[in-house]
């Protein structure tokens, strides 16, 4: 286990960890202040990556497919919301579940219809280096970089919007009264729509980042979404910044723990079992301390303003 | 009797048209095969509805349970113990240790927090699952045969197969029942309401919640256990969050005003999946619909649905008009 190893499974992880706050950050938004559990958020991730991935092919440019995706994210999941959505708003938590099981389910088999059941090829974005020596002897992808920069910007980004305009003070004002933002004369199924249209943009932009780097195909939104409300549990709801930091722990130790932890076992058990069980205790140490942190301080770490 | 009827109606309509099916033309092994595991999802869904419906205990880690009775069944089996008075026992206490632990932390959350802390324990369980290479590891294990009974090869028998999980399904939706009936249930569904006052009058709720918890889980192990032997091969995918998805999907399309609820949402999303996957290639295409449509207009879900239907027939609104009526005569 080299220093340069362990610099790439660090990189490595938190490209993943970027990857993972920009669906997370939606869906702890509408989850937080419209107390709205929504299935469906992994399935604008898929979109995403799907959206631009046939886009860049037509557009014959990876950056302009990314581009364009993102508008065209925001306008399904403006449709999503006023089709199925608002109807929702005043249900309980196990009928919001159900319906956007039934959203997702649809959605999936409809990019197996468009696209096929095969992992879909995605045109490498052009314009870049391939790779860069960020240590004497380690090459580094160059792209893989740019996502942990456009992750960064957009965390930043985030936050100004949310603690320092005008749109992100009703928003958090929205989450821990509702009905008294109301009373006051804002339209808050207006703001709660523009909420919940932005959020699904963002996770089509982690899905249209991702799509060079993972496989395209259908349902691949669906482990996403687990672990994006893992992110958003250990974050603490509604909390943008809780959001951040948990997806950056659990994208690093998702990673690292796969690289690393058959490595280390292997100094106590023999080659072959240290490989499995290895493997099954990275698989499950997000899920470890997942349930420790809900043990030990069940708001999660950033409470969030229901809290 | 006539108000129990009318309450019970339902079950007392599925329940025999379960057990006449073999004979009206669903005979065949393959629809045989799909009943079975419709009635065995059935069993589960009516365990996890005890914990959702009843205690208002929303967990996302159920398919453990029945997973871990499964692979109870494939270790045995491994072991090259078939007996089914060791096997189904075995079974059922291995799940019920596993809720009795798991519970034991998750119960100490509520709300959002005790879905995600139960599906931490069941990706755990998940992982564990995949990691036993002698059970196949990821691949899954496939059974030498079905668990025997009293030494004889009964459960072969596909008829046999088919009464023994029915005769299961309607003990477990009895027991269940009468479960939710009794005092201890009531503890549980006014902890459910509410917490705050039940400590009020001296009941503590988490000792009834871990209890129920344990008793739904060992229900889930005898499940796990029987889908086994209806497919007589095991595999992680058995622990999956997704599969415990589907175990609450089906109890919340069925209703959860009613247990027998969980035996319609079983019986439909088994069903219906199979009857769409026949008739269309993009059969999800109608199916996700499907379930988004139940959600906004089956307020009660199916279990709700004769209600529902009866209120808009002229002959239910006549009745509830002749209600007033009929108080104001007795008065």
Same mark, same amino acid.
């Given at each position: 286990?080299?220093?340069?190893?362990?610099?790439?499974?660090?990189?490595?992880?938190?490209?993943?960890?970027?990857?993972?706050?920009? #669906?997370?950050?939606?869906?702890?938004?509408?989850?937080?202040?419209?107390?709205?559990?929504?299935?469906?958020?992994?399935?604008?991730?898929?979109?995403?990556?799907?959206?631009?991935?046939?886009?860049?092919?037509?557009? *014959?440019?990876?950056?302009?497919?990314?581009?364009?995706?993102?508008?065209?994210?925001?306008?399904?999941?403006?449709?999503?919301?006023?089709?199925?959505?608002?109807? /929702?708003?005043?249900?309980?938590?196990?009928?919001?579940?159900?319906?956007?099981?039934?959203?997702?389910?649809?959605?999936?088999?409809? %990019?197996?219809?468009?696209?096929?059941?095969?992992?879909?090829?995605?045109?490498?974005?052009?314009?870049?280096?391939?790779?860069?020596?960020?240590?004497?002897?380690?090459?580094?992808?160059?792209?893989?970089? =740019?996502?942990?920069?456009?992750?960064?910007?957009?965390?930043?980004?985030?936050?100004?919007?949310?603690?320092?305009?005008?749109?992100?003070?009703?928003?958090?004002?929205?989450?821990?009264?509702?009905?008294?933002?109301?009373?006051?004369?804002?339209?808050?199924?207006?703001?709660?729509?523009?909420?919940?249209?932005?959020? %699904?943009?963002?996770?089509?932009?982690?899905?249209?980042?991702?799509?060079?780097?993972?496989?395209?195909?259908?349902?691949?939104?669906?482990?996403?979404?687990?672990?994006?409300? +893992?992110?958003?549990?250990?974050?603490?709801?509604?909390?943008?910044?809780?959001?951040?930091?948990?997806?950056? @722990?659990?994208?690093?130790?998702?990673?690292?723990?796969?690289?690393?932890?058959?490595?280390?076992?292997?100094?106590?058990?023999?080659?072959?079992?240290?490989?499995?069980?290895?493997?099954?205790?990275?698989?499950?140490?997000?899920?470890?301390?997942?349930?420790?942190?809900?043990?030990?301080?069940?708001?999660? @770490?950033?409470?969030?303003?229901?809290? | 009797?006539?108000?129990?009827?009318?309450?019970?109606?339902?079950?007392?309509?599925?329940?025999?048209?379960?057990?006449?099916?073999?004979?009206?033309?669903? *005979?065949?092994?393959?629809?045989?095969?799909? /009943?079975?595991?419709?009635?065995?999802?059935?069993?589960?869904?009516?365990?996890?509805?005890?914990? +959702?419906?009843?205690?208002?205990?929303?967990?996302?880690?159920?398919?453990?349970?029945?997973?871990?009775?499964?692979?109870?069944?494939?270790?045995?089996?491994?072991?090259?113990?078939?007996?089914?008075?060791?096997? @189904?026992?075995?079974? #059922?206490?291995?799940?019920? !240790?596993?809720?009795?632990?798991?519970?034991?932390?998750?119960?100490?959350?509520?709300?959002?927090?005790?879905?995600?802390?139960?599906?931490?324990?069941?990706?755990?369980?998940?992982?564990?699952?995949?990691?036993?290479?002698?059970?196949?590891?990821?691949?899954?294990?496939?059974?030498?045969?079905?668990?025997?009974?009293?030494?004889?090869?009964?459960?072969?028998?596909?008829?046999?197969?088919?009464?023994?999980?029915?005769?299961?399904?309607?003990?477990?939706?009895?027991?269940?029942?009468?479960?939710?009936?009794?005092?201890?249930?009531?503890?549980?569904?006014?902890?459910?309401?509410?917490?705050?006052?039940?400590?009020?009058? *001296?009941?503590?709720?988490?000792?009834?919640?871990?209890?129920?918890? =344990?008793?739904?889980?060992?229900?889930?192990?005898?499940?796990?256990?029987?889908?086994?032997?209806?497919?007589?091969?095991?595999?992680?995918?058995?622990?999956?969050?997704?599969?415990?998805?589907?175990?609450?999907?089906? =109890?919340?399309?069925?209703?959860?005003?009613?247990?027998?609820?969980?035996?319609?949402?079983?019986?439909?999303?088994?069903? /219906?999946?199979?009857?769409?996957?026949?008739?269309?290639?993009?059969?999800? /295409?109608?199916?996700?619909?499907?379930?988004?449509?139940?959600?906004?207009?089956?307020?009660?879900?199916?279990?709700? !649905?004769?209600?529902?239907?009866?209120?808009?027939?002229? +002959?239910?609104?006549?009745?509830?008009?002749?209600?007033?009526?009929?108080?104001?005569?007795?008065?």
């Amino acid at each position: 286990m080299s220093l340069s190893l362990v610099l790439v499974q660090l990189l490595n992880g938190a490209q993943f960890g970027v990857l993972l706050f920009l #669906v997370a950050a939606g869906l702890t938004l509408v989850f937080g202040v419209m107390d709205f559990i929504n299935l469906a958020h992994g399935v604008q991730y898929m979109l995403g990556a799907y959206v631009a991935a046939s886009l860049g092919v037509w557009a *014959g440019d990876f950056w302009l497919g990314l581009l364009m995706a993102l508008p065209v994210t925001l306008l399904i999941g403006l449709a999503l919301e006023w089709l199925v959505f608002r109807h /929702l708003y005043q249900r309980d938590h196990l009928a919001q579940v159900l319906a956007t099981f039934g959203v997702i389910l649809t959605l999936d088999e409809a %990019a197996r219809a468009i696209w096929g059941s095969a992992p879909l090829n995605v045109p490498q974005p052009g314009g870049l280096p391939g790779g860069i020596e960020i240590m004497p002897g380690l090459i580094y992808p160059v792209y893989r970089l =740019v996502i942990i920069g456009a992750g960064l910007l957009v965390a930043l980004l985030l936050w100004f919007l949310v603690e320092r305009t005008r749109a992100g003070m009703l928003i958090r004002a929205g989450a821990s009264n509702a009905p008294m933002v109301s009373a006051l004369g804002v339209d808050i199924r207006r703001l709660f729509t523009a909420v919940f249209a932005f959020g %699904a943009m963002l996770a089509g932009f982690a899905g249209a980042l991702a799509s060079p780097v993972f496989a395209v195909a259908p349902g691949m939104g669906d482990n996403v979404l687990i672990l994006a409300f +893992v992110v958003i549990v250990i974050g603490g709801i509604g909390s943008i910044r809780g959001a951040f930091i948990a997806a950056l @722990l659990v994208g690093l130790l998702d990673t690292a723990g796969r690289a690393l932890l058959p490595d280390l076992l292997r100094l106590v058990m023999d080659a072959s079992s240290a490989r499995q069980t290895g493997a099954a205790i990275a698989s499950m140490l997000v899920y470890i301390v997942m349930a420790a942190i809900l043990f030990f301080r069940p708001v999660g @770490l950033f409470p969030g303003p229901r809290a | 009797m006539t108000a129990f009827l009318r309450r019970q109606a339902v079950p007392l309509l599925v329940l025999p048209a379960l057990a006449a099916a073999p004979f009206l033309g669903f *005979g065949d092994s393959f629809a045989l095969t799909l /009943l079975a595991r419709a009635m065995i999802l059935g069993m589960a869904a009516v365990s996890l509805s005890l914990l +959702v419906g009843g205690a208002g205990l929303v967990s996302l880690g159920h398919a453990a349970m029945m997973g871990i009775g499964a692979y109870t069944v494939a270790a045995l089996d491994a072991a090259g113990v078939t007996e089914g008075l060791v096997v @189904l026992p075995t079974a #059922v206490l291995a799940a019920a !240790l596993f809720a009795l632990a798991t519970g034991a932390v998750s119960l100490r959350t509520s709300g959002v927090h005790f879905i995600m802390i139960t599906l931490a324990f069941g990706q755990m369980a998940f992982f564990t699952a995949s990691s036993i290479s002698t059970l196949g590891g990821d691949d899954g294990y496939t059974l030498f045969g079905r668990t025997e009974l009293f030494g004889t090869r009964l459960l072969e028998n596909r008829l046999g197969f088919h009464f023994l999980c029915l005769g299961l399904l309607a003990l477990v939706w009895i027991l269940c029942s009468a479960l939710l009936e009794s005092r201890f249930g009531r503890v549980l569904r006014a902890a459910r309401e509410n917490p705050q006052r039940v400590r009020a009058i *001296g009941f503590s709720p988490y000792p009834y919640r871990l209890v129920a918890y =344990v008793l739904a889980g060992a229900v889930a192990g005898l499940a796990g256990a029987l889908l086994a032997n209806a497919t007589e091969f095991v595999s992680p995918a058995a622990l999956s969050w997704s599969r415990s998805g589907e175990l609450l999907f089906m =109890v919340i399309l069925g209703g959860m005003s009613h247990l027998y609820g969980a035996i319609l949402g079983a019986l439909a999303i088994v069903l /219906l999946e199979e009857w769409l996957s026949h008739l269309l290639e993009y059969w999800r /295409l109608a199916f996700g619909p499907l379930l988004v449509l139940s959600v906004l207009f089956l307020r009660d879900g199916l279990a709700g !649905l004769p209600a529902a239907v009866l209120s808009r027939l002229p +002959v239910g609104r006549a009745t509830r008009r002749g209600g007033p009526e009929r108080s104001g005569a007795d008065a």
